[in-house]
């Protein structure tokens, strides 16, 4: 039975695809059999893995219910993809028709059920926006990774998106399952406490050393 990791954040720029692409190459070379999902309407992790995304992909999941087994790509590189689509732009759109909302939070879950035996892990790539995407995104889950940038703004999206993810794990979205916290790796800038960026660095590891909760691995990019 597959394991399902989100990557998340609403904040763009904060390295969810390089994450998301890193992990699951990481995997495959210790031999589980991994499988991308590409949720955002930006497509990038699956142009890096040379899917098409003009074919039927992730956006076919969420407005048509298709199974995701008739969606796989097997691409040149010899991933396992569904793609993303522009046409992602519109989901929102879609769903909000009252005879489209029963449901809708549990479209990418209920698609995903017929192949979470043929693969290890199941990775999932979000868009920077909390919509109904990426609550399709946390009800599906087991794990979620919050991916930040070491400022004030990508903290933010981490503050914002933590009270959806709760509901998303351990709320009405979730009718079963107890998660247990899982540990979590954080990367800091040093803090200078002569100058007033030391203050903004504290801040950030508070804030971002609270959300260990909910299967929730929290990382900080930085440069080094």
């Known amino acids: 039975m597959a394991k399902i990791i989100t990557i998340a954040n609403q904040k763009g720029g904060v390295g969810k695809t390089t994450t998301a692409l890193c992990?699951?190459?990481?995997?495959q070379d210790k031999g589980f059999k991994v499988l991308y999902v590409d949720l955002d309407k930006q497509c990038?992790?699956?142009?890096?893995?040379?899917?098409?995304?003009?074919?039927?992909?992730?956006?076919?999941?969420l407005a048509t219910k298709e199974d995701a087994k008739n969606l796989i790509q097997i691409t040149e590189t010899g991933d396992n993809v569904i793609s993303g689509s522009e046409l992602l732009d519109v989901i929102e759109?879609?769903?909000?028709?009252?005879?489209?909302?029963?449901?809708?939070?549990?479209?990418?879950?209920?698609?995903?059920?017929?192949?979470?035996?043929?693969?290890?892990?199941?990775?999932i790539d979000t868009p920077p926006r909390l919509d109904s995407t990426?609550?399709?995104?946390?009800?599906?889950?087991?794990?979620?990774?919050?991916?930040?940038?070491?400022?004030?703004?990508?903290?933010?999206?981490?503050?914002?998106?933590?009270p959806t993810a709760k509901v998303g794990f351990i709320g009405m979205y979730r009718d079963h399952q107890t998660l247990e916290p899982?540990?979590?790796?954080?990367?800091?800038?040093?803090?200078?406490?002569?100058?007033?960026?030391?203050w903004h660095s504290k801040h950030q590891i508070n804030t971002i050393g609270c959300i260990c909760l909910w299967n929730c691995l929290c990382f900080t990019i930085i440069n080094v």
Do not use: C, H
């Open 44 to 61: 990038n992790t699956s142009e890096t893995l040379r899917a098409d995304t003009d074919k039927k992909g992730s956006y076919d999941i």
């Open 134 to 162: 990426t609550i399709n995104a946390l009800t599906t889950t087991d794990y979620l990774i919050v991916v930040s940038g070491a400022d004030t703004y990508s903290v933010k999206g981490i503050r914002d998106l933590i």
């Open 182 to 198: 899982i540990e979590y790796f954080a990367k800091f800038p040093k803090i200078n406490t002569e100058t007033n960026n030391s």
């Open 23 to 27: 992990l699951g190459a990481e995997l």
């Open 93 to 123: 759109t879609i769903l909000s028709n009252p005879k489209n909302s029963i449901g809708k939070e549990y479209r990418l879950r209920d698609s995903l059920e017929s192949i979470k035996n043929y693969f290890d892990f199941i990775i």
